[in-house]
Structures are given as C-alpha cells and as structure tokens.
C-alpha cells in the first residue's frame, strides 16, 4: 500500500514536471516571439532619424542594449545620444562619486549631487529624455560576466590594464560584444573600437545606390552600356549593378548582380560576353549593387602594439597621432604608478609623464619614434585631469554613432584607432602655473587648461545665438558647461520664433513631451538655466530678419562679442543674416484666403505663379458637385480618373508606344517612360485610401461635414462604387509639339496678362453665384500631423503616377520626407558639430589668435571621415589680425 502511495505520487510529480516544462517552453516561446517580433516605430517622434537610418536599422536599434562605464561628462554626452537614439536600454556604470570637476562637463549633475555616485546621480535625468528606453545602474564591481547581457559596451575611464581584459572577454564571447574605449583629456581625446573577429557591415556610407537609364548596349565581348547623358553616372570601376526594365536583351533582367570597368561619365563595359544575346531595343534602368563588407578586428591587446594606420582628421597635424597613441599610453602607467592625474602646471608631473612615454617608446622596436614633440607632451599632461565639455560634445557624438553601427551594421565603423586635439584652442600668451590653479567653483577642470583669466572673458561674454532648436539646444548646454556668459556682465540672447513639436523631442534633448506647443526659446532657455542656474540669458520669440531690424539694430551687434549661428541649413542661415545685416530687400510672398484677395494679388504680380494659382481657386470654387460628402467623394473618383487614367489614355492614344518625333527617333526613348493607365478597384486598398483622403480634404475647404461611416473602408467603398463614370472618349487631332525648342518659343509667346485678366473675370462672375459671406477655408499643408490627411493625399497621389510609369512605389514615410523638405537629423552629429564650434569659440573669446588657428571642418559619421583645414582669411582684414570680432 505505501508502495502503490509512492508510485501514484511519483506520477504525480512527472506530471506536474511535464507540464511545468511545457509552461517554461511555452513561456519561452513567447518571450522568443516578443524578442522577435518588430517594436513600434514612433514615426512622429523619430522622423528625422528615420529619414537617416531607415526602418531597419531603427529596429536593430531597438532591440539593442548598451553598457555605458564612467559617467564623467564624455559618458554623460554618449548616454544622452543613446538614448535619443531609441535604444533599448542604457545601463550605467561608475565607482566614482561626483566631484564639483564634473560640473565642467556632465549637464545631468548640479552642486546637490556633489558626493553620490555619479552613475545613480544621472539615471533620473537621462529617463526624462525617452521614457521608451530603460535606464538602469550595475553597483558595485564591473564584472566580466556582466557585459554578456550587453550589445556594446563603452569604457570612458577604465585603466588599459582592465580595458584588455574586458576586451578580450567580449572579442571571443559568442556572438561578439562590441567593444568601445574613449577618452577626453583636457584637449585630447582618443577613440578604440572592436566589433569582433568578423563584423559585417550591410551599408557602408547610407548613401541611396546610384542608378542609370540606359541608352544603348551593344552585343560584344566585353557588351558596352551607354547611358543617357542627361546625368554623369557616379559608378566606379569594380561596382556590382543591375539590370532591370530592357527591352531586347532580356538576357540581362535576371537580377544578377555585374561587375563594371571602363566606367566613363555615360558609358561603361561589362566583364561579360553579350554577343549571343538579343538585340537591344529600348529602356532599361542600371542600378548600383551595394555589397556587405566584412571587417575584421584586433583586440585592443594585439591592437595597441600593432595599431594599424590611424583615422586622421588634421593633416597639419601628421605626427599627432603616433604620438597620442604613446601619450595615452604613458598617462595610463602614471595614474596606476601615482594614483592620481598630473597636476597642472608642474613640471615635475610633466616630466614624470614624459619619462614613462620615452620609456614605452623605447620598447616599439621598428615603430619606434625618433623624436617626442616635448611641448604637445606638456600641454597633455598638465590638462589631463580635465574634461572640458567640447572635446566631451565632440567624442560624445562620435562614440554614440559607434555604438549605432555596433548595433545596427549601418555604416562604416572606426577602424580601429582615432586621435584628435585642439592644442591651437589654448590661449596664445603661455600660462603660468598659478592662473591653473583650482578655485573651488564648477569651472576649475576648464581653469586647469585655459586659465583663470581666459574663464573670466567667457563669464563676461555677450553673445547672440539664432535658433534654439536641435543646434540651439546643443550650444546651450554647451555655453552654460564653459560658464559663458554666466555673470553679470555677460549676456546671452537667444532668440527663435519656432514652437516645439513632438518630432523636435528625439533630437532637442532640453525638451520635453510637456513642452510641446509652448516656444522654443523660452524653454530651451530654461533648461540651461537648470544646468547653470548663473547664465544670463535671455529668451526671444523674433526672427532675425528685416522686419525685426529695429529690436536688433546697430547698438545690438556692436556690443556683441561673437554671434553663434544654429540655424538648421544653408539657405536659412543665408537669408537669416545677409538679410539682416547686409540689409539687402527681401521678397515677401503673401497667401490670402479670399477670391478677391487672389485677383488683386494677380494683377500685381501678372506671372505664370499667379495664373496657376488663380486657375486653382476657379476650379475649386465650382460648387456644382460641393454641397454634401457624397459630392466630395464623386469629385476625388473622377480626378483618380482624370489624373490616373483618362489623361494616360489621351497621351498615348497621341503619342503610341510606337510613336516616333519629327526627327525620326523612338518618342517613347531613354529617360521617357511609357505610361499605363491604372483601373480604379475599391479592393485595391490605395485606390480607396486615395479617395478617403482627397474626399476629405475638399469636405473641409468647403466647410462640409465628415460623416463617421466615410472612415470605414467597406462603406467608402460602397459610397464610391455609386459614382457614375464618363468612358473615356480620345480627343481627335490633339497636336504636342515635341520639338523642345518650338515648346520654349510657345510658352514664351504666352500674354500672361490677358490670360489672368480672363481668369479674373471667370472669378468675378462665380463670386456672384456664391452665398453672402461665402468663405473658403484654404488649408495649410501640415506634413507632421499622420491624422490630417496630408500626406495621404500626397503619398496617394505621387504612388499612384508612378504606378503609370512603372515607377517603384514609396510609402508615406518616404513620401513625407521628400513632400515636406525634411532634413535628416540626428543627435549624434549634432553634438560633434557643436562641440568643434565651441573649441573654435575659445579662440574668439580669447583673441590673439592667427587665422592660421582657427579651423573649418568636413566631417562625415558614417564613413568615417574628418577634414581640417584653415579657413580663408576675412574680406578686407590682414590674415596677422586677431580675432577680435
């Protein structure tokens, strides 16, 4: 009996065995199908990164998890670029506490934080920059074993002794953790990178694949493409293409990818025989293969005695990073000999410093250098305890794309070794060690380089910064770091007549989802005031241009001292400042809402903008079909057909795929492409989508109201299927002058002006038939709002003409960007960008300086390239002029 007890409880506790691992396996199953399944992309949010990235890489993104180890300000720039980003999550780590140094560079910290751990101390901020992305801290010990839950972990204070053997474990875990140490000291900075023994990167520079329509190919051995030399081809020889769209030699439309050479600006061969082909008759698209490539990496133990060839940003500056390479080295063995940072100014740590470099030198062998450049040694090591918030600005972007690559596989990673300073930003007149001296305030790490005297001038600076957007939001943290213009002498006025948006959050990192709608420069200006509670700012709502040259007048800019310009393109800032300053006349183009209003804008202006634009309010203000939402929905069903079908019908009903010009040649030639007129299909979704959004658009310029049901595909569908089509009926003896110079001398014949005086009239006399008080109400095109049904109708509009030409289709996102001139935009380049500025703002603060030290730079993340050089002396100044402004 107690026998048969066990049994059954034995069988007992199998079953509940067997159904608790089913439970695991099922939990696991799920947890594997959460991993697995694609996050939530905010496309409001992330828009401009987006317009970067791509879906993908946005994706890899989120479901990555980053390891940030030291929290000084170079880790505080990198974990705020992350986490804008949109990575999973950030995780910090640090065994120090805060120290009023640190105030110099991490905006996270304030005086209160003074003795926590600088890690904990920095968590609840970087929250508040994306609640999507978790942040956390590891206390205690880092461990090796920690790092396997990462993607990539960054190293920003780590002894070279410890960073070999975190770099070893994550080199041959499986799959690697990519590795990344970086270091700012003083003016200095370093950068090292190992993804692992094979790491393949899927798109090297971002950049769209080139493409070419071709013209001719001929059937050789090797087969010469010819293009059309409406645009130079950008291939190079040994690029892989495609064939797609030929006519004739069909042979080449199998999708296999060719290699090029004898690449000329609108021909090139094929490494392929194509005698035996099909002759070529027409068309044809060449597209550009962008292959994967597979770096493989060092570990930073073979690495740091074999460096390879170094990532150079200066080329006056050819011996810098040999040298660095040593000097880091060198400063690494003197704080574990010593246990502390060179103090400034001693000669004596100076030349401590300088005997450990010339000692590690000695054992380079064939690498060895013959000559130490004794003063770079003294300027590094005097200021190494320093983290100045440029150089952190600056390798903080850098980094923080390192770690996007890392994740992604988007972009060319740094390989494996950079080196960068600004030695030409420290003052002219040498320092004397007492001007180095801490004075017990947040600015003593930028004093322990620049001096006492040189932090005074930036106190007292009056600046002027247009624009507090993404720039703007960067130079503000940066300004307020420095301690510029943060006495009572100093000034900094900021000004922008922009609100915030929800897509500014993901960038402009002083905002908020609270903000959205309030100004931006009121706010942005309040958030730095928050990170230095003594700058002296002041918020502006104006627009630097004629209009506000009275607020900003001469007595304004004759008492600045430099002027920062954060404004997000080109042309902005051109018409920004040559119209103010210069104070040249800009035109002002005005829309008004009324018919009226457009009749007398028209008989100002008498141009072919006005006759467009006139032609436009006489079709809308036909009310015939306009007085309910089936009305609006019967007019978007016949534009679909008039702008989808009947007029491709007329077109190549004129002008037949055979069709040949007055010269003799195919009409239908390279780059023409011939039209196929689409069939409208309520199944087709985009067919449908396309009335919704154009059916609503019209409802609400005539103020007509939206039933619920318009919004439900199958009851659109049934409203839709209701309107009565006209069959398309060729119009006869249609005559297109194809010859482009007759096309020219037409247009140009044309009476602008009797033709708009006759559109006025048709305005005239439909303003009579309309109610009293009839007003149209004119729509703003509003590219950010996804429930407005702008961009639906664009996106609509464009996919479906390119469907008539066999065009690839975009979705709205795409169509978004193009649509509405979006500028692609990420934190990470904003913040190298803003950080090289204000090394170059010392210089001006400073004055003294050459032009020969001042620096223009050419910097592009993905590849990763820099270029320095000397900017052009100004008009009408000796280049042995200071800088005073």
């Known amino acids: 009996m107690l026998i048969r007890k066990r049994e059954e409880v034995a069988g007992e506790v199998e079953d509940l065995q067997k159904k608790a691992r089913t439970a695991d396996q099922e939990l696991a199953n799920d947890n594997h199908a959460m991993t697995r399944r694609a996050p939530e992309i905010d496309e409001d949010l992330h828009s401009r990164q987006l317009a970067v990235y791509g879906r993908e890489t946005m994706k890899r993104l989120f479901g990555s998890n980053i390891l940030v180890s030291g929290l000084n300000g170079l880790g505080a720039e990198i974990a705020k670029n992350l986490a804008l980003a949109g990575v999973k999550s950030v995780t910090l780590h640090d065994d120090n506490n805060v120290d009023l140094w640190d105030l110099s560079s991490n905006f996270f910290l304030s005086e209160k934080d003074v003795g926590q751990n600088r ?163 027409r068309g044809g698209i060449v597209t550009q293969v962008k292959p994967p490539k597979v770096l493989k990496f060092k570990p930073l133990k073979e690495a740091i005695k074999e460096p390879g060839e170094f990532l150079l940003s200066d080329f006056s500056k050819l011996d810098h990073p040999p040298l660095l390479h040593l000097a880091f080295q060198a400063l690494d063995k003197f704080r574990s000999d010593l246990k502390r940072f060179p103090i400034a100014g001693s000669t004596d740590d100076v030349q401590r410093l300088i005997d450990f470099a010339v000692s590690i030198n000695e054992t380079l062998g064939d690498r060895k250098l013959e000559e130490n450049d004794r003063k770079l040694l003294n300027h590094f090591a005097s200021g190494s305890r320093a983290v100045l918030n440029p150089m952190a600005a600056m390798f903080g972007g850098v980094v923080g794309q390192e770690v996007v690559k890392a994740c992604s596989g988007k972009f060319h990673p740094l390989y494996q070794f950079f080196y960068f300073d600004s030695v030409e930003s420290l003052p002219v007149e040498p320092l004397k060690p007492n001007e180095l001296n801490p004075e017990n305030s947040r600015y003593d790490a930028q004093i322990s380089v620049f001096g006492s005297k040189l932090q005074k001038k930036l106190e007292q600076a009056k600046i002027f910064m247009v624009g507090s957007g993404a720039l703007g939001c960067e130079f503000l943290k940066n300004l307020a770091l420095m301690g510029i213009s943060c006495s009572q002498n100093g000034k900094l006025a900021v000004t922008d007549d922009d609100v915030i948006e929800k897509s500014n959050l993901s960038r402009q990192f002083l905002f908020r989802d609270w903000n959205i709608g309030q100004p931006k420069s009121t ?306 380049s904003t913040a190298m960008a803003t950080g090289l500025v204000c090394l170059e703002l010392y210089k001006v603060l400073a004055g003294g300086h050459k032009v020969e030290a001042y620096r223009n730079t050419f910097a592009n993340l993905a590849i990763p390239l820099f270029s320095m050089a000397e900017p052009v002396p100004p008009v009408g100044r000796d280049e042995s002029m200071d800088s005073s402004p």
């Not at 690029?239 to 439309?253: A, C, K, P, R, W």
């Open 119 to 281: 890690a904990q101390a920095c968590v609840q901020k970087l929250q508040e920059l994306n609640n999507a992305v978790i942040i956390s801290t590891i206390a205690g010990d880092l461990t090796k074993e920690h790092l396997s839950n990462f993607q990539a972990v960054v190293f920003t204070d780590v002894s070279l002794e410890k960073a070999v053997e975190f770099d070893s474990y994550c080199h041959n875990h499986r799959p690697p953790i990519a590795f990344i140490k970086s270091e700012v000291r003083g003016l200095f900075g370093s950068v090292f990178c190992d993804f692992g023994p094979e790491f393949t990167v899927f798109d090297v520079d971002g950049e769209e694949p080139h493409t070419g329509i071709v013209a001719s190919i001929s059937n050789d051995n090797p087969g010469l493409v010819s293009c059309v030399d409406d645009e130079r081809l950008e291939f190079q020889d040994g690029d892989l293409i495609v064939f797609s769209e030929v006519h004739g030699m069909t042979e080449l439309n199998d999708g296999k990818p060719r290699k090029i050479k004898n690449v000329r600006p609108y021909s090139f061969t094929l490494e392929e025989d194509t005698t035996s082909y099909g002759t070529y008759i």
């Open 523 to 828: 706010v942005a200006a309040t958030a730095a005031m928050a990170i230095n509670p003594k700058l002296h700012v002041e918020a502006l709502q104006n627009r630097a241009s004629p209009e506000t040259e009275n607020m900003f007048n001469d007595a304004f800019w004759e008492n600045l001292d430099a002027v920062i310009n954060a404004l997000d393109n080109v042309t902005a800032r051109m018409s920004e400042f040559e119209g103010l300053l210069e104070k040249t006349p800009t035109e002002v183009n005005a829309f008004l809402s009324n018919p009226t209003g457009y009749a007398t804008a028209a008989r100002t202006a008498g141009d072919a903008q006005a006759r467009d634009q006139l032609e436009r309010v006489i079709e809308c203000l036909d009310r015939e079909k306009c007085e309910s939402f089936q009305d609006c929905i019967t007019w978007a069903r016949l534009k679909f057909e008039d702008y989808f079908s009947s007029r491709v019908k007329q077109l190549t009903f004129t002008f037949p795929e055979d069709a040949m010009t007055s010269s003799g040649v195919p009409f239908w030639s390279a780059p023409k492409r011939f039209p196929r007129p689409l069939e409208f299909s309520t199944s087709d979704p985009s067919h449908l989508n396309f009335i919704l959004a154009a059916s609503i658009l019209r409802a609400e310029t005539f103020g007509i109201p939206i039933p619920d049901w318009a919004k439900n595909p199958m009851k659109l569908a049934e409203a839709v299927d209701k309107v009565i089509v006209p069959d398309f009926q060729p119009k006869q003896g249609v005559k297109i002058v194809t010859d482009e110079k007759a096309t020219s001398l037409s247009s140009a014949s044309i009476d602008d002006a009797a033709v708009i005086e006759e559109l006025i009239t048709n305005l005239e006399a439909i303003s009579k038939t309309l109610p009293p008080g009839f007003n149209m109400k004119p729509i703003q095109f509003e590219k950010d709002d996804d429930t407005n049904y702008h961009m639906d109708v664009i996106a609509g509009f464009a996919n479906m003409r390119a469907r008539n030409y066999s065009i690839p289709e975009v979705d709205k996102l795409k169509a978004k960007f193009i649509a509405g001139r979006i500028i692609p935009a990420i934190a990470t």
